[in-house]
């Protein structure tokens, strides 16, 4: 795993030096220096786990195969546009948030003379995803394909990381038209999703448990920055034991998505869902 880090390091060296000499922009010393910093700040910081999963599933399509030079480049390209991704989200997630750090230091906007610039940092972020599949992907036959999977995974996410109001939610709970992803990270009742009104697991199947009375209490706590609320819902979370009820979910949606998995027809596909559901399930952080 270590050289496989290594070597994955080596195309972002790679691909960061392309998008910082990129003839479409106009830089200046100053300026490819603040973009350089940016970039190292925000895009390798974390574990790489999405990125590297892309070379993982390759071989696993490819029965193990040993990929060529130019495969394993194309495969950790696709790695690190997914991780530029993360980032871009991330740098703006932090902002509305307002939260302090990330991956255990400052986040972005709360470094010194950076501030709200943060908030172009990351549409620049999302823009070297595009040059990234220009540059190697233009003229395969799938380009077009990739365009459109980031865009819409884009979507998706900001869909996901946004707060939509409760009253919304509680109609989707009705017509049982959200998937909820086995990915439920628990650092049980530690974050700030309360205050911050985001469309949690925890908020989510409060709602589905709630009696009328129980969800006035929900209603007049929930997205507020104040402690006593907080602890209100938090006391709430308990005593409807929503930790026991998470942990039969996790298991029930574990053995549907392994039902489903072995269901389809290639192994070599059931192998890469495999090893996905195997980093999220029962994860910690």
């Not at 070379?55 to 546009?81: Q, V």
């Not at 998937?179 to 985001?198: A, C, H, N, P, R």
């Amino acid at each position: 795993m270590g050289d496989l880090r290594s070597k994955f390091m080596e195309i972002y060296s790679a691909l960061k030096v392309e998008l910082l000499n990129d003839p479409a922009f106009e830089f200046t010393d100053t300026s490819r220096h603040c973009v350089d910093r940016m970039v190292d700040y925000n895009v390798h910081g974390g574990k790489l786990n999405r990125g590297i999963s892309v070379i993982d599933s390759y071989k696993l399509l490819f029965r193990g195969k040993e990929l060529s030079d130019e495969e394993f480049f194309l495969a950790s390209a696709l790695g690190w546009c997914i991780e530029w991704l993360q980032a871009y989200l991330l740098v703006l997630d932090d902002i509305e948030d307002n939260s302090h750090l990330r991956h255990g230091r400052p986040c972005w906007f709360r470094l010194p003379q950076i501030g709200m610039v943060a908030v172009n940092d990351g549409i620049v972020l999302r823009n070297h995803i595009c040059r990234i599949l220009k540059n190697h992907f233009k003229g395969k036959p799938y380009y077009v394909d990739l365009l459109d999977l980031f865009n819409e995974t884009r979507i998706l996410k900001i869909i996901l990381m946004s707060r939509t109001p409760l009253l919304i939610w509680e109609s989707v709970i009705k017509y049982r038209m959200i998937i909820w992803i086995l990915l439920v990270t628990q650092k049980w009742l530690v974050g700030t999703d309360i205050e911050d009104f985001k469309c949690s697991w925890l908020v989510v199947k409060a709602l589905e448990c709630c009696n009328d009375e129980q969800k006035k209490l929900l209603y007049a706590n929930y997205g507020k920055a104040d402690q006593a609320c907080v602890t209100k819902l938090k006391q709430h979370y308990n005593a409807l034991d929503l930790q026991a009820v998470f942990t039969q979910y996790e298991s029930e949606s574990h053995e549907k998505l392994i039902k489903s998995i072995e269901a389809h027809p290639s192994k070599a596909v059931q192998a890469v869902l495999k090893s996905f559901l195997a980093k999220i399930y029962k994860r910690q952080k």
